[in-house]
């Protein structure tokens, strides 16, 4: 069964810090990991690592992904209370696990003024 | 596109009576998704679909959940008879490719007393 870790489970910090949020995974023939922040609806998509694209970076946000050791990192620069939400990993595989995604539990961050 | 679309947005409801739900996913979106989330168990896949045919119904609690998909713009989901611990938001999802971006509706809050 795929399984997604992530931690810490909640993070609290002041507007500027840089925080860094971890994922670890196990998921049968590794296709792809996707980085979600969801506020109070529903989950929007940030990025989406694969084989052939292991780091990624949009403005302050970016992430890698270590294939070899089953990890991601979700890095956050210069943090910003628009920051505050939910952020969840996912992966996806494939044989039994073909075409679903697994999420983690998520990580709460907290970014005050 | 308007994106996934879930209805209806908030239900309330006594134990014992019949729930459904309902989602339109995005035009050409081949995959679509149901998931459960709650604060203990986090996001859970029920089913999901590839071209209208359920591929992974795993996640399905038990006989009371049902869910189906006339049509490539149409699934519902249903739990019958409803018990309050199937409280919880549920999201509908759809992508594109398999394992891919999922494109989230927002929800349908569920609550049943």
């Known amino acids: 069964e795929d399984k997604v870790v992530q931690s810490p489970l909640s993070l609290v910090v002041h507007e500027g810090d840089t925080v860094t949020l971890n994922c670890s995974y196990e998921?049968?023939?590794?296709?792809?990991l996707l980085w979600y922040k969801q506020e109070k609806k529903a989950p929007t998509f940030l990025f989406m690592l694969?084989?052939?694209?292991i780091e990624k970076k949009s403005g302050r946000l970016s992430s890698i992904l270590d294939k070899k050791e089953l990890f991601s990192i979700l890095n956050i620069t210069a943090t910003q209370t628009g920051d505050s939400a939910v952020y969840l990993c996912?992966?996806?595989?494939?044989?039994?696990?073909?075409?679903?995604?697994?999420f983690g539990q998520g990580t709460i961050l907290t970014v005050h003024p | 596109d308007a994106g996934v679309i879930q209805s209806p947005r908030h239900e309330v409801t006594e134990m014992g009576q019949e729930v459904t739900l309902r989602c339109k996913p995005i035009?050409?979106?081949?995959?679509l998704f149901w998931y459960r989330q709650t604060m203990m168990r986090g996001l859970e896949l029920l089913i999901y679909?590839?071209?209208?045919?359920?591929?992974?119904d795993s996640g399905m609690p038990e006989d009371r959940f049902s869910a189906k998909m006339p049509n490539a713009s149409f699934s519902t989901l249903k739990i019958q008879p409803s018990e309050p611990r199937d409280s919880a938001v549920y999201f509908c999802?759809?992508?594109?490719?398999?394992?891919?971006?999922?494109?989230f509706g927002n929800g349908t809050r569920l609550t049943v007393t």
């Open positions: 999802a759809s992508s594109l490719t398999p394992g891919g971006p999922l494109h």
């Open positions: 998921v049968t023939n590794f296709r792809s």
């Open positions: 694969t084989s052939s694209g």
């Open positions: 996912a992966v996806g595989g494939g044989g039994t696990s073909y075409g679903k995604l697994t």
């Open positions: 035009s050409g979106h081949d995959y």
């Open positions: 679909f590839n071209n209208n045919v359920p591929i992974d």
